[in-house]
């Protein structure tokens, strides 16, 4: 490993990048998941051999495929809250620097937001069934948008600042904000394609990016807070995850569409409590566990959580791409079709895994990256 890789995994926090690189496996669990939930609604081409090459995939045109029963189980737990926290956790790492020296680099971090999101507007166009699906929004780019407005808040307003966004982020819940989203989403799937979603919705996120970042800066800035600083934080997690308990609609998950439902709690102000409070609390628990000296230093998954970028960054191409038609190629020869159960699905991650590594240690890594040796 490279020197500078070095000195960059010294300073980082082992627990989170195992908490990063758990999250990220669950998030492919349930992107291959769905994909494969609609493989044969939307994106099956090989229409033109139906009935000789691919004619055991035949009887499966536009039928839904559903999950075992483990696959929907891992998502029942998860989904409300696994692509919310990601982006908690970017924010925490983003409170790292203090004020002045954040705003001497926030040309650079705003240039990297720039490019990550270009990238994936790109990836929708590769990836999408349709016109619609490539020009939505979905949740990594919003990231990026959370991320750049807590950057600005910060370098000119500081810590109080990002507070008082997230006060204001509250009123979402007073002023009919998604009234406005939906209304958005259906004049551009009436004027521009019926495919259309605006998936990734800012009132869903933006509480968690302050979550993440009032909790980093507290661990960076605020060493008086040391000891007690992860049990306020678990403790206030506790407490909105009661406000659920006691007022919340069941989350339901549909085995056959793994996104239907994916942000269905972030839209109610119970549901979002839930979210913030779970991630605050299993976030709050790895710290205290860390600094108990009890690390979770597990080889694949903080890989995973350390190369994070790299891998949702191509996950979604080698997939639909390559992996999934490969797949129904062999089905064909074999006479299977596609399945979502969890064995096969985590298949499809690890065989997606070692293609990221040998991206990751091949001269490719250092051409795209513009790494000097």
């Known amino acids: 490993m490279k020197t500078n890789d070095n000195n960059e995994l010294s300073s980082r926090i ?59 189980w891992f998502a029942m737990v998860f989904t409300p809250w696994v692509s919310q926290v990601y982006l908690t956790m970017a924010a925490f790492n983003l409170a790292k620097k203090d004020q002045l020296s954040f705003g001497e680099s926030l040309g650079s971090r705003f240039k990297v937001f720039g490019l990550i999101f270009l990238y994936f507007v790109f990836e929708n166009f590769i990836v999408a069934p349709n016109f619609g699906q490539a020009i939505s929004f979905y949740p990594i780019m919003l990231w990026m948008v959370v991320l750049g407005a807590l950057s600005l808040v910060y370098k000119f307003l500081g810590i109080r600042g990002v507070l008082v966004l997230t006060l204001l982020s509250c009123l979402r ?21 019926p495919g259309y979603e605006y998936d990734a919705r800012l009132e869903y996120f933006i509480l968690s990016g302050c979550l993440g970042f009032i909790m980093g800066y507290v661990h960076y800035h605020l060493p008086m807070y040391k000891h007690k600083k992860d049990f306020l934080f678990a403790g206030m997690g506790l407490l909105l995850v009661l406000i659920y308990i006691l007022i919340g609609d069941k989350f339901v998950m549909y085995r056959d569409d793994f996104f239907r439902t994916e942000h269905d709690l972030a839209r109610t102000f119970s549901g979002t409590a839930y979210v913030l409070g779970i991630q605050a609390i299993v976030i709050s628990a790895f710290l205290w566990l860390e600094r108990r000296k009890i690390i979770f230093n597990i080889p694949l998954l903080n890989w995973m959580g350390i190369y994070s970028l790299m891998i949702f960054a191509l996950h979604r191409i080698l997939f639909v791409k390559v992996i999934a038609p490969t797949s129904v190629m062999f089905g064909s020869l074999f006479g299977r079709v596609l399945t979502a159960s969890t064995l096969e699905v985590y298949i499809y991650i690890f065989i997606t895994l070692a293609l990221c590594y040998f991206v990751r240690v091949s001269p490719l890594s250092d051409i795209i990256l513009q790494k000097r040796r």
């Open 14 to 72: 082992v627990n989170l990048d195992f908490l990063r690189g758990f999250f990220i496996l669950l998030a492919l669990q349930q992107h291959f998941t769905y994909y494969i939930n609609m493989w044969y609604v939307d994106y099956f081409r090989d229409t033109m051999a139906l009935t000789s090459t691919y004619s055991v995939h035949f009887p499966m045109i536009g039928k839904q495929i559903s999950s075992d029963t483990l696959n929907y």
């Open 173 to 193: 819940f007073i002023i009919p904000v998604e009234l406005i989203s939906d209304f958005f989403e259906s004049m551009v799937r009436s004027t521009i394609h």
